[in-house]
Protein backbone atom coordinates (compact mmCIF):
# COMPACT_ATOMS: atom_id res chain seq x y z
CA UNK A 1 0.00 0.00 0.00
CA UNK A 2 1.28 3.63 -0.92
CA UNK A 3 1.42 6.64 0.99
CA UNK A 4 -0.80 8.36 -1.04
CA UNK A 5 -3.40 5.10 -0.52
CA UNK A 6 -2.60 5.78 3.12
CA UNK A 7 -3.88 8.81 3.09
CA UNK A 8 -6.91 8.59 1.71
CA UNK A 9 -7.60 5.40 3.70
CA UNK A 10 -6.74 7.53 7.04
CA UNK A 11 -9.01 10.67 5.28
CA UNK A 12 -11.60 8.58 5.30
CA UNK A 13 -11.81 6.91 9.07
CA UNK A 14 -10.20 10.28 10.55
CA UNK A 15 -12.15 12.96 8.30
CA UNK A 16 -8.86 14.81 7.04
CA UNK A 17 -5.57 14.28 6.20
CA UNK A 18 -3.92 17.47 7.10
CA UNK A 19 -2.91 16.73 10.64
CA UNK A 20 -1.13 13.56 9.41
CA UNK A 21 2.49 14.41 8.55
CA UNK A 22 5.88 11.64 7.99
CA UNK A 23 7.09 10.37 10.86
CA UNK A 24 9.97 9.18 8.42
CA UNK A 25 11.14 12.06 5.98
CA UNK A 26 12.34 9.14 3.25
CA UNK A 27 15.72 10.56 2.48
CA UNK A 28 17.55 10.13 6.18
CA UNK A 29 17.09 9.28 9.80
CA UNK A 30 16.28 12.80 10.78
CA UNK A 31 13.69 12.45 13.71
CA UNK A 32 15.54 9.49 14.93
CA UNK A 33 17.68 8.13 17.74
CA UNK A 34 19.87 6.00 17.46
CA UNK A 35 19.80 3.74 21.09
CA UNK A 36 21.97 1.37 21.38
CA UNK A 37 23.37 0.04 18.42
CA UNK A 38 25.69 0.72 15.51
CA UNK A 39 25.50 3.83 13.29
CA UNK A 40 25.32 0.79 10.31
CA UNK A 41 21.91 -1.00 11.66
CA UNK A 42 20.03 1.45 10.23
CA UNK A 43 19.70 3.85 7.34
CA UNK A 44 17.32 5.28 4.90
CA UNK A 45 17.33 4.40 1.51
CA UNK A 46 14.77 4.61 -1.81
CA UNK A 47 12.44 5.57 0.45
CA UNK A 48 12.94 3.27 3.30
CA UNK A 49 13.84 2.95 6.54
CA UNK A 50 16.04 -0.30 5.99
CA UNK A 51 17.52 -2.40 9.37
CA UNK A 52 20.24 -5.03 8.84
CA UNK A 53 18.56 -6.64 12.12
CA UNK A 54 21.75 -6.64 13.85
CA UNK A 55 22.80 -5.83 17.00
CA UNK A 56 19.24 -6.43 18.29
CA UNK A 57 18.26 -3.19 19.52
CA UNK A 58 15.88 -0.21 19.26
CA UNK A 59 16.22 3.30 16.94
CA UNK A 60 13.58 5.62 18.27
CA UNK A 61 11.67 9.06 17.42
CA UNK A 62 13.65 12.27 18.93
CA UNK A 63 10.45 12.66 21.61
CA UNK A 64 7.30 11.63 23.26
CA UNK A 65 4.41 11.07 21.87
CA UNK A 66 0.66 10.81 24.60
CA UNK A 67 -2.54 9.96 22.07
CA UNK A 68 -1.71 9.29 18.09
CA UNK A 69 -2.25 6.94 15.23
CA UNK A 70 0.50 5.75 14.28
CA UNK A 71 0.35 4.20 10.26
CA UNK A 72 3.15 2.52 8.23
CA UNK A 73 4.41 -0.59 6.29
CA UNK A 74 7.14 -3.24 7.05
CA UNK A 75 8.31 -6.54 4.80
CA UNK A 76 10.63 -9.61 6.00
CA UNK A 77 12.86 -10.74 3.37
CA UNK A 78 13.11 -13.83 5.61
CA UNK A 79 10.06 -15.99 6.14
CA UNK A 80 11.50 -15.86 9.89
CA UNK A 81 11.97 -12.39 10.10
CA UNK A 82 11.21 -10.53 13.43
CA UNK A 83 11.42 -7.17 14.49
CA UNK A 84 8.44 -5.00 16.22
CA UNK A 85 7.36 -1.80 16.93
CA UNK A 86 7.49 0.14 20.27
CA UNK A 87 5.35 2.42 21.41
CA UNK A 88 5.15 4.48 24.79
CA UNK A 89 8.64 3.60 24.92
CA UNK A 90 10.87 4.38 27.81
CA UNK A 91 14.12 5.89 25.70
CA UNK A 92 16.62 3.62 27.24
CA UNK A 93 16.84 -0.33 27.69
CA UNK A 94 15.86 -2.15 30.62
CA UNK A 95 18.44 -3.65 32.81
CA UNK A 96 20.47 -6.32 31.18
CA UNK A 97 18.45 -6.55 27.89
CA UNK A 98 18.82 -4.48 25.08
CA UNK A 99 14.52 -3.74 24.98
CA UNK A 100 13.10 -0.76 26.35
CA UNK A 101 9.47 -1.08 28.58
CA UNK A 102 7.19 -0.54 25.92
CA UNK A 103 4.37 -2.10 24.95
CA UNK A 104 5.44 -4.05 21.61
CA UNK A 105 3.20 -4.67 18.43
CA UNK A 106 4.58 -7.74 16.97
CA UNK A 107 6.51 -7.46 13.32
CA UNK A 108 6.97 -11.12 12.92
CA UNK A 109 6.79 -13.73 10.09
CA UNK A 110 6.78 -17.67 10.18
CA UNK A 111 5.27 -18.64 14.00
CA UNK A 112 2.24 -20.09 14.88
CA UNK A 113 2.16 -21.51 18.53
CA UNK A 114 -0.47 -21.16 21.15
CA UNK A 115 1.15 -18.23 22.92
CA UNK A 116 1.99 -15.81 20.78
CA UNK A 117 1.76 -15.67 16.77
CA UNK A 118 2.98 -13.67 13.20
CA UNK A 119 -0.34 -12.12 12.93
CA UNK A 120 -0.13 -8.74 15.29
CA UNK A 121 0.23 -9.97 19.13
CA UNK A 122 0.26 -6.62 20.83
CA UNK A 123 1.77 -6.96 24.44
CA UNK A 124 3.52 -5.34 27.41
CA UNK A 125 7.06 -5.69 27.60
CA UNK A 126 10.18 -5.38 30.34
CA UNK A 127 7.61 -3.52 33.11
CA UNK A 128 4.96 -2.02 30.91
CA UNK A 129 1.47 -3.26 32.24
CA UNK A 130 -1.67 -3.74 29.74
CA UNK A 131 -4.76 -5.71 29.86
CA UNK A 132 -4.91 -7.59 26.26
CA UNK A 133 -8.68 -6.77 25.02
CA UNK A 134 -9.11 -10.96 24.76
CA UNK A 135 -7.64 -13.31 28.12
CA UNK A 136 -4.78 -15.01 26.58
CA UNK A 137 -4.81 -19.08 27.09
CA UNK A 138 -1.78 -18.37 29.74
CA UNK A 139 -2.69 -15.17 31.58
CA UNK A 140 -0.32 -13.19 29.87
CA UNK A 141 -0.44 -8.90 29.39
CA UNK A 142 -0.70 -10.24 25.66
CA UNK A 143 -3.59 -10.04 22.85
CA UNK A 144 -3.49 -12.62 20.07
CA UNK A 145 -5.43 -11.41 16.72
CA UNK A 146 -8.51 -12.37 15.88
CA UNK A 147 -7.53 -13.42 12.77
CA UNK A 148 -4.60 -14.18 10.08
CA UNK A 149 -4.28 -11.41 7.95
CA UNK A 150 -0.06 -10.68 7.80
CA UNK A 151 1.53 -11.14 4.24
CA UNK A 152 4.68 -13.60 3.58
CA UNK A 153 8.18 -12.60 3.09
CA UNK A 154 8.85 -9.95 0.16
CA UNK A 155 5.31 -9.01 0.69
CA UNK A 156 4.29 -4.99 2.07
CA UNK A 157 1.89 -5.16 5.08
CA UNK A 158 0.21 -2.25 6.54
CA UNK A 159 -0.12 -1.38 10.07
CA UNK A 160 -2.68 1.53 11.90
CA UNK A 161 -2.08 1.57 15.36
CA UNK A 162 -4.20 3.83 17.47
CA UNK A 163 -2.67 4.55 20.93
CA UNK A 164 -5.42 6.86 22.73
CA UNK A 165 -5.70 7.40 27.02
CA UNK A 166 -3.76 4.15 27.72
CA UNK A 167 -5.90 1.75 24.90
CA UNK A 168 -4.02 0.37 21.72
CA UNK A 169 -5.60 -1.32 18.70
CA UNK A 170 -3.88 -2.50 15.86
CA UNK A 171 -5.53 -2.74 11.93
CA UNK A 172 -3.31 -5.16 9.92
CA UNK A 173 -4.05 -4.50 6.08
CA UNK A 174 -7.24 -2.70 6.79
CA UNK A 175 -8.70 -4.55 10.07
CA UNK A 176 -8.42 -4.48 13.94
CA UNK A 177 -7.50 -7.77 14.90
CA UNK A 178 -5.95 -7.18 18.29
CA UNK A 179 -5.52 -4.47 21.26
CA UNK A 180 -5.39 -3.61 25.15
CA UNK A 181 -6.59 -1.31 27.43
CA UNK A 182 -5.58 0.09 31.14
CA UNK A 183 -1.75 0.43 29.22
CA UNK A 184 0.99 2.23 31.47
CA UNK A 185 2.89 4.25 30.46
CA UNK A 186 0.73 5.88 28.32
CA UNK A 187 3.02 8.48 26.72
CA UNK A 188 6.18 7.96 25.83
CA UNK A 189 9.12 6.80 22.41
CA UNK A 190 7.79 5.44 19.46
CA UNK A 191 11.27 2.64 18.74
CA UNK A 192 12.09 0.30 15.76
CA UNK A 193 13.28 -2.89 16.91
CA UNK A 194 15.89 -4.78 15.28
CA UNK A 195 16.01 -8.77 16.19
CA UNK A 196 18.32 -10.30 13.95
CA UNK A 197 16.61 -10.64 10.24
CA UNK A 198 16.71 -7.33 7.75
CA UNK A 199 13.71 -5.78 7.76
CA UNK A 200 12.47 -2.36 5.59
CA UNK A 201 9.81 0.39 6.62
CA UNK A 202 8.00 2.73 4.75
CA UNK A 203 5.34 5.25 4.58
CA UNK A 204 5.08 6.10 7.97
CA UNK A 205 2.84 8.84 9.34
CA UNK A 206 1.56 10.01 12.40
CA UNK A 207 -1.51 11.93 13.47
CA UNK A 208 -1.48 13.13 17.38
CA UNK A 209 -4.74 13.52 18.96
CA UNK A 210 -5.30 15.48 22.32
CA UNK A 211 -3.61 14.32 25.36
CA UNK A 212 -5.92 12.82 28.14
CA UNK A 213 -4.70 15.61 31.02
CA UNK A 214 -5.00 12.82 33.22
CA UNK A 215 -3.42 11.53 36.32
CA UNK A 216 -3.45 7.93 35.29
CA UNK A 217 -1.48 8.71 32.15
CA UNK A 218 1.67 7.51 33.41
CA UNK A 219 5.21 8.93 31.71
CA UNK A 220 8.20 6.96 30.03
CA UNK A 221 11.23 8.37 32.03
CA UNK A 222 13.21 11.14 30.69
CA UNK A 223 16.59 9.74 30.21
CA UNK A 224 16.73 10.64 26.70
CA UNK A 225 20.02 12.57 26.47
CA UNK A 226 21.98 9.74 27.13
CA UNK A 227 24.42 8.29 24.35
CA UNK A 228 25.53 4.72 24.46
CA UNK A 229 29.02 4.14 24.73
CA UNK A 230 29.01 0.30 22.89
CA UNK A 231 27.45 -0.25 19.77
CA UNK A 232 26.41 -3.95 20.38
CA UNK A 233 28.90 -5.00 17.07
CA UNK A 234 32.16 -4.47 18.06
CA UNK A 235 34.85 -2.63 20.46
CA UNK A 236 34.51 0.44 18.48
CA UNK A 237 35.14 3.02 20.91
CA UNK A 238 37.03 1.10 23.65
CA UNK A 239 40.83 -0.38 23.52
CA UNK A 240 42.22 -2.90 25.53
CA UNK A 241 45.52 -2.15 28.35
CA UNK A 242 47.47 -5.39 28.23
CA UNK A 243 46.31 -8.80 28.32
CA UNK A 244 46.29 -11.46 25.81
CA UNK A 245 43.80 -10.02 22.75
CA UNK A 246 40.30 -11.25 22.81
CA UNK A 247 40.39 -11.15 26.74
CA UNK A 248 37.46 -8.96 26.13
CA UNK A 249 35.39 -8.92 23.07
CA UNK A 250 31.61 -7.86 21.67
CA UNK A 251 29.47 -11.02 21.65
CA UNK A 252 25.54 -10.93 21.70
CA UNK A 253 25.42 -7.13 22.19
CA UNK A 254 27.41 -7.22 25.30
CA UNK A 255 30.99 -6.80 26.18
CA UNK A 256 32.31 -10.05 27.58
CA UNK A 257 35.51 -10.28 29.89
CA UNK A 258 37.54 -13.78 30.53
CA UNK A 259 38.74 -12.48 33.66
CA UNK A 260 42.19 -13.02 32.47
CA UNK A 261 44.00 -9.70 32.02
CA UNK A 262 43.77 -6.31 30.82
CA UNK A 263 41.68 -3.30 31.54
CA UNK A 264 39.33 -2.13 28.85
CA UNK A 265 39.45 1.83 28.43
CA UNK A 266 36.96 3.93 26.48
CA UNK A 267 38.94 6.25 23.87
CA UNK A 268 37.06 9.15 24.97
CA UNK A 269 38.26 11.21 27.83
CA UNK A 270 35.21 12.52 30.52
CA UNK A 271 34.64 15.29 32.75
CA UNK A 272 31.55 15.64 34.35
CA UNK A 273 29.20 12.86 33.44
CA UNK A 274 25.89 10.44 34.96
CA UNK A 275 27.46 6.83 33.38
CA UNK A 276 24.93 3.90 33.27
CA UNK A 277 26.53 0.22 33.42
CA UNK A 278 24.75 -2.83 33.51
CA UNK A 279 27.02 -6.14 34.51
CA UNK A 280 26.96 -9.04 35.82
CA UNK A 281 28.89 -12.32 37.13
CA UNK A 282 30.10 -15.01 34.73
CA UNK A 283 31.24 -18.17 35.10
CA UNK A 284 33.23 -19.45 38.51
CA UNK A 285 34.63 -17.41 41.33
CA UNK A 286 38.15 -17.48 42.22
CA UNK A 287 37.69 -19.12 45.09
CA UNK A 288 36.87 -18.48 49.14
CA UNK A 289 38.29 -15.69 50.62
CA UNK A 290 37.88 -14.18 53.95
CA UNK A 291 37.18 -10.47 53.58
CA UNK A 292 36.41 -7.43 55.81
CA UNK A 293 33.10 -6.63 57.71
CA UNK A 294 33.09 -2.68 57.74
CA UNK A 295 31.65 -0.24 59.91
CA UNK A 296 29.61 2.80 58.86
CA UNK A 297 32.94 4.79 59.14
CA UNK A 298 35.00 2.74 56.50
CA UNK A 299 36.95 1.01 59.72
CA UNK A 300 37.41 -3.02 59.84
CA UNK A 301 35.45 -3.88 62.33
CA UNK A 302 38.11 -7.29 62.63
CA UNK A 303 35.17 -9.36 61.86
CA UNK A 304 35.69 -11.30 58.54
CA UNK A 305 33.36 -13.31 56.08
CA UNK A 306 34.04 -15.90 53.56
CA UNK A 307 32.67 -15.21 50.41
CA UNK A 308 33.19 -16.57 46.67
CA UNK A 309 36.04 -14.26 45.52
CA UNK A 310 34.96 -12.18 42.29
CA UNK A 311 36.49 -8.71 41.70
CA UNK A 312 36.23 -6.34 38.85
CA UNK A 313 35.45 -2.42 38.60
CA UNK A 314 34.83 0.86 36.77
CA UNK A 315 38.15 3.59 36.48
CA UNK A 316 36.49 7.03 36.53
CA UNK A 317 38.36 9.53 34.92
CA UNK A 318 41.66 7.66 33.74
CA UNK A 319 42.22 7.13 37.60
CA UNK A 320 42.39 3.21 38.94
CA UNK A 321 41.48 5.06 42.61
CA UNK A 322 39.03 6.56 41.80
CA UNK A 323 37.30 2.98 41.28
CA UNK A 324 33.29 1.71 41.61
CA UNK A 325 34.45 -1.50 42.70
CA UNK A 326 32.14 -4.30 41.64
CA UNK A 327 32.95 -7.54 44.08
CA UNK A 328 31.26 -10.05 46.20
CA UNK A 329 32.42 -8.13 49.43
CA UNK A 330 30.12 -7.84 52.40
CA UNK A 331 30.23 -4.37 52.11
CA UNK A 332 28.94 -4.83 48.67
CA UNK A 333 29.68 -3.09 44.97
CA UNK A 334 30.08 0.70 44.54
CA UNK A 335 32.58 0.95 47.45
CA UNK A 336 35.70 3.07 46.16
CA UNK A 337 38.09 1.41 47.58
CA UNK A 338 41.54 3.55 46.79
CA UNK A 339 39.78 6.21 49.07
CA UNK A 340 38.27 4.09 51.92
CA UNK A 341 41.31 2.45 52.19
CA UNK A 342 43.56 5.60 52.31
CA UNK A 343 44.77 6.42 55.92
CA UNK A 344 45.97 9.97 54.82
CA UNK A 345 42.03 10.27 53.90
CA UNK A 346 39.84 12.47 56.13
CA UNK A 347 37.56 10.15 58.29
CA UNK A 348 34.64 11.99 56.86
CA UNK A 349 35.89 10.75 53.13
CA UNK A 350 36.69 7.06 54.06
CA UNK A 351 33.25 6.88 55.44
CA UNK A 352 31.64 8.38 52.44
CA UNK A 353 33.45 5.77 50.19
CA UNK A 354 31.57 2.73 52.05
CA UNK A 355 28.64 2.13 50.75
CA UNK A 356 25.62 2.34 53.25
CA UNK A 357 24.04 -0.94 51.87
CA UNK A 358 24.92 -3.59 50.02
CA UNK A 359 22.60 -3.73 46.74
CA UNK A 360 23.63 -6.26 44.56
CA UNK A 361 21.78 -8.57 42.97
CA UNK A 362 22.46 -12.92 43.13
CA UNK A 363 25.27 -13.98 41.36
CA UNK A 364 24.68 -14.51 37.95
CA UNK A 365 22.02 -11.78 37.48
CA UNK A 366 22.51 -8.32 35.96
CA UNK A 367 22.87 -5.47 38.32
CA UNK A 368 22.56 -1.32 36.94
CA UNK A 369 25.15 1.30 38.28
CA UNK A 370 23.92 4.70 37.85
CA UNK A 371 27.44 6.46 38.39
CA UNK A 372 27.35 10.49 38.83
CA UNK A 373 30.50 12.27 39.25
CA UNK A 374 30.60 16.33 39.24
CA UNK A 375 33.84 17.68 40.33
CA UNK A 376 35.19 15.77 42.77
CA UNK A 377 31.64 14.27 43.98
CA UNK A 378 30.69 10.95 43.30
CA UNK A 379 27.29 9.47 44.14
CA UNK A 380 26.63 5.49 43.08
CA UNK A 381 23.03 3.94 42.48
CA UNK A 382 23.18 0.24 42.37
CA UNK A 383 19.56 -1.51 41.52
CA UNK A 384 17.45 1.72 42.50
CA UNK A 385 19.31 1.93 45.74
CA UNK A 386 21.66 4.46 46.38
CA UNK A 387 25.05 3.46 47.63
CA UNK A 388 27.31 6.29 47.95
CA UNK A 389 26.35 10.03 47.92
CA UNK A 390 28.28 13.02 46.84
CA UNK A 391 31.05 11.42 48.31
CA UNK A 392 34.28 13.44 47.98
CA UNK A 393 37.07 11.94 45.92
CA UNK A 394 39.68 14.49 46.55
CA UNK A 395 42.79 15.11 43.83
CA UNK A 396 40.41 13.28 41.75
CA UNK A 397 41.58 14.11 37.61
CA UNK A 398 39.39 16.89 35.87
CA UNK A 399 38.87 14.60 33.13
CA UNK A 400 40.17 10.86 31.47
CA UNK A 401 38.89 8.35 30.07
CA UNK A 402 36.54 5.73 31.40
CA UNK A 403 37.50 1.55 31.85
CA UNK A 404 36.03 -1.92 32.82
CA UNK A 405 38.31 -3.64 35.57
CA UNK A 406 40.23 -6.71 34.83
CA UNK A 407 40.53 -8.30 37.96
CA UNK A 408 40.77 -12.05 37.05
CA UNK A 409 37.20 -12.24 37.04
CA UNK A 410 34.83 -13.37 34.53
CA UNK A 411 32.48 -10.68 33.45
CA UNK A 412 29.67 -9.25 31.35
CA UNK A 413 28.78 -5.12 30.77
CA UNK A 414 25.46 -4.13 28.63
CA UNK A 415 23.80 -1.05 28.11
CA UNK A 416 27.00 1.27 28.69
CA UNK A 417 25.54 4.62 28.46
CA UNK A 418 26.88 7.93 29.33
CA UNK A 419 25.30 11.79 29.86
CA UNK A 420 27.77 14.67 29.57
CA UNK A 421 27.06 17.06 32.85
CA UNK A 422 27.47 20.73 32.42
CA UNK A 423 30.76 21.75 34.71
CA UNK A 424 29.14 24.22 36.37
Not at 222 to 242: H, I, K, P
Request: charged letters at 25%.
Amino acid sequence: MSLITTLLLSCFCLGGTEEFRPLFNGTDLDGWVHVNGAESTWRAESGMLRCTGTPTCVLRTDRMYENFVLELEWRHQDPQGNAGVFVWSDPLPAKGVPFTRAIEVQVMLGAETENYTSEGDIFSIWGATMTPDRPHPNGYQRCLPSEARTLGAGEWNHYRIECLDGRITLAVNGKIVSGGYDVNPRKGFICLEAEGSPIDFKDLIIKELPPSNSALAEVANDAEEYVTLFNGLDLTGWRQDGGEEGAWKAAQGRIVHDGSAGHLWTTGSYGDFVLMADWRWVGESQGLRDRPILGIDGAETGETVEVEERDSGIYLRGNDKSQVNIWEWPAGSGEVYGYRTDSEMPPEVRAATTPRTRADAKVGSWNRFVITLRGDRLTVNLNGVTVIERAQLPGIPAEGPIALQSHHSAIEFTNLFILKLDSQ
